[in-house]
């Protein structure tokens, strides 16, 4: 009896030592005109997040992939960064040929900056449902570990798909939620529920805007980076993938905005160009702590900081573009974007204790509260304030004894809007405390969750799959 339970918890250790890692989904598409040194800056500031690899979205028929993968290898072992593909079966071309799949493979599943699960190369894809008894072959020719996105299947769906046993692991490409609601684990939970490890979503927002593509719809964003965060430490899923590092035209990138990359503002017809000035670095600034927390159960509060974010245009003040609150594309019920949208600013700060919040928009104060705090004093707090007719610059704020800790002055919000086109993507902003940082005030943030039946299911899930 005994013995059993410290084998059984050395597993546990064991396993999660080798899993839980966090992956950013990037658009190989966006990079044509990435050279060696782009290459190493957008890995350093992966690195620099705790980000541990890339995973290149690829569609067939580019013709700057070869080259672009051949340098992001190169990039990738100068820096000690990790790679793998995520074939897109629908965003190229057409499908990606088994043939060409293998050769990838081939070529760079042994090579030293190739990300490796249990010693096999990993692979993703982003849909390809029709090719799913092809990965029967891939796999017996690269000896890869495979894990699809195969989300219009549904997760059981895709477990089954060719018949079952292709699958080594699930993707689902569920990170929004449908409706005027915020984000729910109900999708999340079909996939823990199966005899597979998952790979978890996590995204900022989305919105998109490409005529080209008939593309124009939103999907609620909001509180969503914190909310998901909090589902991943709690759900424990084997791995997660963030949606995305630079995918311009959907507005949820996390990376730098790179003025040779955004082509798609002009070539994708979209009306108006939705990310000049709208940075997202800021969401980057929490995941040093959100990552550690979910591969450790614990973070380091190296310093602390505060990261805001809000639409600049109040959903009233201009046209919508044409925009929808979800897509009929996905047989989704359609909702003014102003009911899925809120005309909020929201906030996290991470905090070695508690402290207040203040907003002010054209200096007005908008009676800013926490809605989530830091579990035991440090850790993540997070909420949002609506801010009614109220224009002007931002200003939020975070003080503890009349001392302030963080401030971010903002983009102005103004219901001036160019062509009176609502632009329906974010701009963030962050900022670090320098009195913390000054006197290195490291602090270990313990175990923030208590180990829940789900948790050790999923633990027992991968100890399985790994071992049998
Ligand atoms: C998952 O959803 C259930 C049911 O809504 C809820 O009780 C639980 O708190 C959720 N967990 C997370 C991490 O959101
Ligand atoms: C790459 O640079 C060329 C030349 O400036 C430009 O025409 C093209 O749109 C850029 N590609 C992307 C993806 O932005
Ligand atoms: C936060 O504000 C409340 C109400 O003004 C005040 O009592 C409290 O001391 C403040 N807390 C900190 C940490 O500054
Ligand atoms: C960051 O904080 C410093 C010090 O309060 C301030 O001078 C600076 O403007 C802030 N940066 C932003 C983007 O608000
Ligand atoms: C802290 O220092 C950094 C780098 O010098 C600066 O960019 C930032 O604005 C400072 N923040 C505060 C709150 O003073
Ligand atoms: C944090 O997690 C690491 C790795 O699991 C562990 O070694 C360390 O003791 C933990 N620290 C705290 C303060 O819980």
């Known amino acids: 009896m005994h013995f059993t339970s410290i084998l059984l918890l050395g597993l546990l250790s064991a396993n999660h030592a080798l899993g839980a890692a966090v992956f950013a989904h990037f658009i190989l598409g966006n990079a044509w005109n990435y050279t060696l040194a782009t290459w190493k800056e957008d890995m350093t500031l992966a690195q620099a997040a705790h980000i541990d690899a890339f995973a290149l979205n690829m569609g067939y028929g580019d013709s700057s992939t070869a080259t672009q993968a051949a340098l992001a290898f190169e990039a990738a072992n100068s820096v000690g960064f990790k790679l793998f593909f995520s074939f897109d079966y629908e965003g190229g071309t057409g499908a990606w040929p088994q043939a060409d799949v293998i050769t990838y493979l081939n070529k760079y599943g042994s090579n030293s900056a190739h990300y490796k699960y249990n010693g096999k190369p990993f692979v993703s894809t982003f849909e390809g449902t029709a090719a799913a008894t092809e990965w029967i072959t891939i796999k017996s020719e690269t000896n890869c570990f495979f894990v699809p996105d195969w989300s219009s299947l549904g997760a059981e769906g895709a477990y089954k798909a060719g018949g079952g046993g292709i699958v080594d692991g699930l993707f689902s490409w569920g990170a929004w939620p449908s409706g005027p609601n915020n984000m729910d684990n109900a999708t999340d939970l079909t996939y823990l529920d199966l005899d597979v490890p998952y790979m978890m979503p996590a995204s900022p927002w989305f919105y998109t805007n490409l005529a080209e593509y008939s593309k124009n719809w939103l999907w609620r964003g909001d509180s969503l980076w914190h909310d998901r965060w909090e589902m991943i430490w709690e759900l424990q899923p084997e791995w997660v993938e963030i949606i995305t590092w630079n995918d311009y035209g959907e507005s949820h990138y996390i990376g730098p905005i790179r003025e040779d990359a955004i082509s798609l503002m002009t070539t994708g017809g979209a009306p108006l160009n939705y990310i000049e000035n709208?940075?997202?670095?800021?969401?980057?600034?929490?995941?040093?702590?959100?990552?550690?927390?979910?591969?450790?159960?614990?973070?380091?509060?190296?310093?602390?900081?505060l990261v805001t974010w809000y639409r600049p245009n109040p959903s009233e003040a201009c046209g919508t573009g044409g925009t929808t609150g979800n897509t009929a594309s996905e047989g989704q019920t359609l909702y003014p974007p102003a009911e899925v949208a809120q005309n909020k600013i929201f906030y996290s700060a991470m905090l070695d204790s508690h402290a207040n919040v203040t907003v002010t928009v054209g200096g007005q104060s908008l009676g800013a509260t926490w809605e989530h705090l830091g579990r035991g004093g440090a850790g993540l707090y997070h909420g949002g304030v609506e801010y009614g007719s109220a224009t002007g610059k931002v200003v939020v704020t975070v003080h503890r004894d009349g001392e302030t800790v963080a401030t971010v002055a903002g983009e102005s919000i103004t219901a001036t809007c160019t062509d009176d086109l609502s632009n329906w993507n974010a701009w963030v902003g962050s900022n670090v405390s320098n009195s913390t940082r000054k006197t290195n005030t490291r602090r270990d943030v313990p175990a923030s969750l208590p180990v829940k039946s789900r948790h050790a299911h999923s633990h027992l899930h991968r100890g399985h799959n790994r071992f049998h």
């Open 278 to 305: 709208m940075p997202h670095d800021g969401w980057r600034e929490l995941l040093p702590f959100a990552i550690d927390t979910y591969v450790n159960g614990n973070a380091t509060l190296d310093y602390e900081g």
